[in-house]
C-alpha cells in the first residue's frame, strides 16, 4: 500500500513555528505528532513519512550511534532496530538532496538516530509487538536502491514511491487501525478509513486501470476519474481538479509543483519548506535543538522543551501535562496514552 509517512511533523520536520505555515514532514517516517492526510477521492487517511523515528530508552546510546557498518549488517531485521538499520541509506539521500540541516555524513547520523529512536521506532516496535506490523527485509533493500538514484524533486515524503513496502501490515480487511503509524497496520490491497472518532477500518481497494466507484475505492496513490482508477500526479506532472498530486503537491497552473527545500538561514514559508532538523520561524529556517541543549527562540528536534532545555519524549503511562510531551502524542488525565492506540483496545 503507498503510503505516506506523516509527519507527523514532529521532530525534524521541514517545520514551521506556531506564527508561521504548519510543520511539515519528519525523518524517516510518519509520526507521532503525526499528521494525517486525507486521500480526497477516497476519504483515506495515510499517515506521512516520514519521517522513522523513536525510542526512549535508547535516546542518546551511544553504543548506537558509533555502530559501523559490519555490526549494522548483523541486526537482526525487526521492528527494534529500524533506526539503525536504515540510517546510512536515509543520510545519503538526505545529504544528497539537502533535506537535512546537517553537512556531513556523521552528524546526520547522530541527528537521525537520536530522533528515531525518540520518537519513531517505539511506535513502529509497539504496533510490531501487537502483530499488526512488520519491518520487511525486502522493502528495507527496495528502498535503499531506490533512495540512490531518485530524483531529489520526485520523492515527496520518505516512505513515498520505492520506499512504501518497507513495512508491511498484517491486519485484514475489516480489521481496526487508527490515524499515523496505525494506518500502516492494513495489509497490501486495503487501506485504512477513518471515522468521525479518529479510529478506522481496514477496507479493501483497488489499483489504478481497475473500475472505481462508491463500493470500490482507489488505494492512496490513485483516484477515481471517470469510473477508472487513475495514478496521481507525481512532481511535474500534468493534474486537473480531477486527477490531483500524490499527498503532499499542489496542482499549480494544471502542474503538480515540486516541494522546494530550503536551507538554514533562508526565507521560508508553505512554498519553501525547511529540511529536517529545522523549522520555519518568523518566515526564516531556524536549526532545531537536540536533546540537552538550549531551546530558548528554537524548537526540539526529537524531544520537548522544558526548562529552556530539550527533553525526551515521555513513553506511555509517565506523567504528563501536555500532549506534546508524550511518544504517543496524547496526554489523558495526566498519563501519556498507549503507543498502539486505543482503536486497537477490542482487539487486544
Known amino acids: 500500500m503507498y503510503r505516506?509517512?506523516?509527519?507527523?511533523?514532529?521532530?525534524?520536520?521541514m517545520g514551521c513555528s506556531a506564527d508561521d505555515a504548519p510543520a511539515g514532514d519528519?525523518?524517516?517516517?510518519?509520526?507521532?505528532?503525526?499528521?494525517?492526510?486525507?486521500?480526497?477521492?477516497?476519504?483515506?487517511?495515510?499517515?506521512?513519512?516520514?519521517?522513522?523515528?523513536?525510542?526512549?530508552?535508547?535516546?542518546?546510546?551511544?553504543a548506537d550511534m558509533a555502530m559501523d557498518q559490519d555490526d549494522m549488517?548483523?541486526?537482526?531485521?525487526?521492528?527494534?532496530?529500524?533506526?539503525?538499520?536504515?540510517?546510512?541509506?536515509?543520510?545519503?539521500?538526505?545529504?544528497r538532496c539537502g533535506r537535512i540541516a546537517e553537512d556531513?555524513?556523521?552528524?546526520?547520523?547522530?541527528?537521525?538516530i537520536e530522533t528515531c529512536n525518540n520518537i519513531y521506532e517505539p511506535v513502529y516496535a509497539a504496533y510490531a509487538g501487537a502483530g499488526v506490523l512488520e519491518l520487511s527485509e525486502t522493502g528495507m533493500a527496495?528502498?535503499?536502491?531506490?533512495?540512490?538514484?531518485?530524483?531529489?524533486?520526485?520523492?515527496?515524503?520518505?516512505?513515498?514511491?520505492?520506499?512504501?513496502?518497507?513495512?508491511?501490515?498484517?491486519?485484514?480487511?475489516?480489521a481496526a487501525c487508527a490515524p499515523g503509524i496505525g494506518s500502516f497496520v492494513c495489509e497490501a490491497g486495503t487501506t485504512c478509513r477513518l471515522g468521525l472518532?479518529?479510529?478506522?477500518?481496514?477496507?479493501?481497494?483497488?489499483g489504478v486501470g481497475q473500475a472505481c466507484d462508491q463500493d470500490n475505492?482507489?488505494?492512496?496513490?490513485?483516484?477515481?476519474?471517470?469510473?477508472?482508477?487513475?495514478?496521481?500526479?507525481l512532481p511535474g506532472q500534468a493534474c486537473s481538479d480531477e486527477l490531483t498530486c500524490i499527498v503532499g503537491i499542489s496542482c499549480t497552473n494544471d502542474q503538480c509543483q515540486p516541494r522546494n527545500i530550503?536551507?538554514?538561514?533562508?526565507?521560508?514559508?508553505?512554498?519553501?519548506?525547511?529540511?529536517?532538523?529545522?523549522?520555519?520561524?518568523?518566515?526564516?529556517?531556524?536549526?532545531?535543538?537536540?536533546?540537552?541543549?538550549?531551546?530558548?527562540?528554537?524548537?526540539?528536534?526529537?524531544?520537548?522543551?522544558?526548562?529552556?532545555?530539550?527533553?525526551?519524549?515521555?513513553?506511555?503511562?509517565?506523567g504528563c501535562s501536555a500532549s506534546t510531551q508524550c511518544l504517543s502524542g496524547i496526554c489523558d488525565n495526566g498519563f501519556c496514552a498507549t503507543l498502539v492506540s486505543a482503536c486497537f483496545a477490542d482487539q487486544n
Open 4 to 13: 505516506w509517512i506523516v509527519i507527523l511533523g514532529l521532530v525534524l520536520a
Open 26 to 62: 519528519d525523518m524517516g517516517v510518519n509520526n507521532v505528532n503525526n499528521v494525517n492526510n486525507a486521500n480526497n477521492s477516497n476519504n483515506v487517511n495515510n499517515a506521512n513519512n516520514s519521517n522513522n523515528v523513536n525510542n526512549v530508552n535508547n535516546v542518546n546510546n551511544v
Open 73 to 95: 549488517q548483523s541486526l537482526a531485521v525487526i521492528a527494534d532496530n529500524y533506526c539503525e538499520l536504515t540510517v546510512d541509506m536515509f543520510c545519503e539521500y538526505y545529504l
Open 104 to 112: 556531513t555524513m556523521e552528524d546526520c547520523r547522530t541527528t537521525f
Open 142 to 174: 527496495a528502498c535503499d536502491a531506490h533512495l540512490e538514484t531518485v530524483a531529489c524533486d520526485q520523492q515527496v515524503f520518505d516512505l513515498d514511491l520505492g520506499c512504501s513496502d518497507m513495512w508491511q501490515g498484517q491486519a485484514a480487511a475489516d
Open 197 to 206: 472518532d479518529f479510529c478506522g477500518t481496514c477496507e479493501p481497494v483497488v
Open 217 to 233: 475505492r482507489c488505494d492512496a496513490n490513485a483516484v477515481c476519474v471517470n469510473g477508472m482508477c487513475e495514478a496521481r500526479g
Open 262 to 318: 530550503v536551507a538554514v538561514g533562508e526565507n521560508c514559508d508553505q512554498a519553501n519548506r525547511c529540511p529536517y532538523k529545522a523549522e520555519c520561524r518568523g518566515g526564516v529556517c531556524v536549526e532545531s535543538a537536540l536533546l540537552g541543549e538550549s531551546c530558548v527562540d528554537r524548537g526540539c528536534a526529537s524531544g520537548f522543551c522544558d526548562g529552556q532545555v530539550c527533553q525526551p519524549l515521555r513513553d506511555q503511562f509517565e
